[in-house]
């Protein structure tokens, strides 16, 4: 069920000003550099993109140009936001390599992860801790936590074993094989490291304790379970008490980072789906603490106060970026608020000491399920304002068809026959999801001004397609067929070529592209986006790689053995809705970027983002594009963007929205920048990986300047 979080707000007022008392200001920052730096994860830990550098301004940022580049030694994507720190850049390369690089002139200082097994994944980027010498760079490869001397590179041999903590080591017994990495940095309070994990999001995924460990040992300090335990409260939000032990339900984990609010030392943590996502038969309930933002004691790790955004989440609609710790004005007084975006495109409002929400959220009944064994919650939290920054599914016509379709009649089928109700639960029959799967805001997440109350979004409108099937567990299937279809079919389909245009890779030529002994490890540790599955033991393996090669003897099936052994359902796959030329199927805009004053919630102003350059190359108008990536914002009226797959940097007026600078990248920006000074020098730095949305790799960090 959904709890009531306002009949608790006189207890956690009172443990905010115990808060207040016992958790002096942690900032290492002065009034005068405050907001100068970024020695944090998207600028600080108020994750708001924000500086207050002003030599670059409204009326010289056409002069930038382009003042270092760095080539690192692997390619593809790169979603990470450097930090910096005196004069050293640090990173993550594609293939997980850290490296130190000077922030003037791009010469590289250091380098880790040579002698590692490397792998092409993806990480946003590093956290820096230090006390008097003591300096250290904390990153992750896979399920390990390294901590490495931010001066020379090397692990610290005292932290963890040589170096280095296996994430697993926090976590219940029966997850200690379970797919577990970590994609965004750590957040750092004190001598803590509180720790996002990425877990898989099928049947038997680990359980997504948020989980806080000692910077200097690497011990574990803490845990927070999002699947409660008995006697913890939200344990009755699951129908089986037994759920937070489950073999097959599991996550509600956080994966794309937090905020911490160093005067009072409150963690905000948002959660997300749990797992199995689509169908949620085993796991009846609301599912506290799935798809919640939490407001933890950074210390502790005990709970303040909670919302849940999503109930009983089908749709994964798990949040996709940290919140933003900023400052409103209501009625002549300052409120401190965080505000966190979502998939859905929705941006609620919070008091960040009280939990009390600053618009005002009504829950809206929606339609239930009618897979057998599903029970979908019968309602949904809907904020009044501001309103969605991007496009509703359920308010769509056969006018929002893409104008610039050649195959009309095709797409208009294909509209006609899709659900487009809110909050349609997934059925046989197929979901118009828009916003889609990776949402409206993505991992990029949002700028803020953090004290006039204005954020800045830009949000993806893609619609997917969402549609189950009957999932036969058929034991007359070959081993490595039956493994496939475990494992692999959702993504990949039944006839192994994947969807292409939707970004899930043909698997049909394997067997020239990879060894056994290489697809192996990228099973077993994944790759990009893809989870990886540690749990395959050698035989099913080795099975599994027989049918993908195409080795696999099919199985023959004696008369009386016919029947499957059980009936639930799976997810049919990721399907984007596209016209015959691989553009979307709706009518742009198809990327968009917003300014909204969190004040009143009303829109200051809302743009096309990106271009689609084949359309461009005809004469039509601005479509927008998906992208993926934050912008930063700065005190004297600029904001800054890659994102876009169309492989641009962009400056926008930050008052108007009018762009004022544009650079081409060698490849796509799917990232976050970063700014800083050196030497009396402002500099904008961000990674071009490329790759994803089809993109040409690429392996550059660019830096620009004014000359």
């Known amino acids: 069920m959904s709890l009531n979080i306002t009949k608790y707000i006189s207890l956690i007022a009172i443990a905010a000003i115990c808060l207040l008392s016992c958790h002096p200001d942690n900032s290492t920052k002065t009034d005068s550099d405050k907001y100068t730096t970024w020695t944090s994860y998207l600028g600080g830990p108020d994750r708001n993109h924000y500086s207050t550098l002003s030599q670059i301004t409204l009326d010289n940022v056409t002069q930038l140009k382009l003042a270092w580049s760095y080539t690192a030694p692997d390619s593809g994507q790169m979603q990470m936001n450097p930090i910096v720190v005196d004069t050293i850049l ?20 250091w380098r880790y992860g040579d002698s590692l097994q490397l792998t092409n994944s993806t990480s946003r980027g590093v956290a820096y801790w230090a006390k008097d010498d003591d300096k250290r760079i904390l990153f992750t490869q896979g399920p390990n936590l390294f901590a490495l001397n931010a001066m020379t590179g090397r692990p610290i041999p005292s932290f963890g074993e040589n170096g280095k903590i296996d994430l697993h080591s926090g976590l219940p017994t ?72 489950s073999d097959t339900v599991g996550a509600a984990n956080n994966w794309a980072g937090m905020a911490l609010d160093e005067a009072t030392g409150i963690l905000y943590v948002p959660t997300g789906s749990a797992a199995p996502d689509f169908y949620g ?141 809110i909050y349609a639960p997934p059925s046989l029959d197929p979901v118009l999801l828009l916003p889609g799967y990776d949402g409206a805001a993505e991992w990029g997440g ?61 698997l049909t030529k394997l067997k020239s592209t990879y060894d056994k002994e290489a697809l192996a490890h990228t099973i077993k540790k994944g790759k990009g986006m893809m989870t990886g599955f540690p749990q395959i033991e050698k035989a099913e393996m080795e099975a599994l790689i027989q049918f993908l090669y195409g080795e696999e ?73 998906e992208n993926y990536g934050g912008a ?41 920048p970063a700014m800083y000074e050196v030497n009396g020098k402002q500099y904008i730095a961000i990674a071009c990986g490329g790759e994803k949305l089809g993109t040409e790799k690429g392996n550059r960090i660019m830096a620009f300047s004014l000359e």
């Open 90 to 109: 640090y990173g993550v390369t594609a293939a997980l390599r850290a490296v130190a690089l000077h922030a003037g002139t791009g010469k590289e200082i």
């Open 174 to 245: 029966n997850a200690r094989d379970k797919f577990v990495v970590s994609n965004t940095p750590g957040t750092i309070y004190r001598d803590l490291i509180v720790m996002p994990i990425r877990l898989s999001e099928g049947s038997g995924a680990a359980p997504g304790d948020v989980m806080a460990f000692n910077v200097i040992t690497g011990q574990l300090e803490w845990a927070f379970h999002t699947i409660p335990h008995p006697g913890e409260p939200g344990h009755e939000t699951w129908e089986d008490p037994n759920s937070y032990k």
């Open 281 to 421: 038969g085993d796991r009846k309930g609301s599912n506290l603490y799935a798809n919640t933002l939490l407001a933890l004691d950074a210390q502790t790790g005990k709970l303040l106060w909670h919302y849940q955004f999503t109930h009983h989440d089908l749709w994964d609609r798990d949040p996709p970026a940290p919140p933003n710790l900023l400052t409103i004005t209501r009625e002549g007084k300052q409120i401190p608020a965080v505000a966190q975006v979502t998939k859905q495109g929705y941006v609620f409002l919070f008091n960040r000491v009280t939990g009390e929400p600053l618009f005002e959220i009504e829950e809206i009944p929606v339609p239930p399920s009618t897979l057998e064994g599903e029970k979908a919650w019968a309602t949904q939290p809907f904020p009044i304002k501001p309103k969605p920054f991007a496009r509703q599914s359920h308010l769509l016509t056969e006018k929002d068809l893409s104008p610039y379709a050649e195959n009309k009649e095709e797409i208009l089928t294909l509209f006609n026959k899709a659900d487009k109700r």
């Open 446 to 506: 949002a700028a803020a001004d953090p004290e006039d109350g204005i954020l800045y979004v830009n949000s993806n409108e893609m619609a997917w397609f969402l549609q189950m099937d009957k999932d036969t567990l058929n034991t007359n299937l070959a081993p490595g067929a039956n493994a496939y279809n475990k494992y692999c079919v959702v993504c990949h389909q039944k006839d192994r070529k994947g969807n292409v245009a939707s970004g899930y890779p043909s």
């Open 553 to 625: 003897i099919a199985q023959i099936v004696p008369e009386h053995k016919t029947k499957p052994i059980k009936t639930t359902y799976k997810h049919r796959g990721y399907k984007k809705f596209l016209d015959s030329n691989g553009l979307p199927a709706i009518s742009p805009p198809w990327g968009t970027l917003h300014a909204i004053d969190l004040n009143s919630g009303d829109y200051l102003w809302s743009i096309p983002f990106g271009e689609a350059m084949s359309l461009k190359e005809k004469g039509f108008p601005q479509t927008g594009t």
């Open 632 to 672: 930063i914002v700065t005190e004297n009226g600029l904001l800054f963007i890659g994102a876009t797959k169309d492989g641009y940097f962009r400056a926008f007026n930050k008052k108007n929205g009018k762009l004022l600078w544009e650079y081409k990248l060698p490849a796509a920006a799917f990232a976050t």
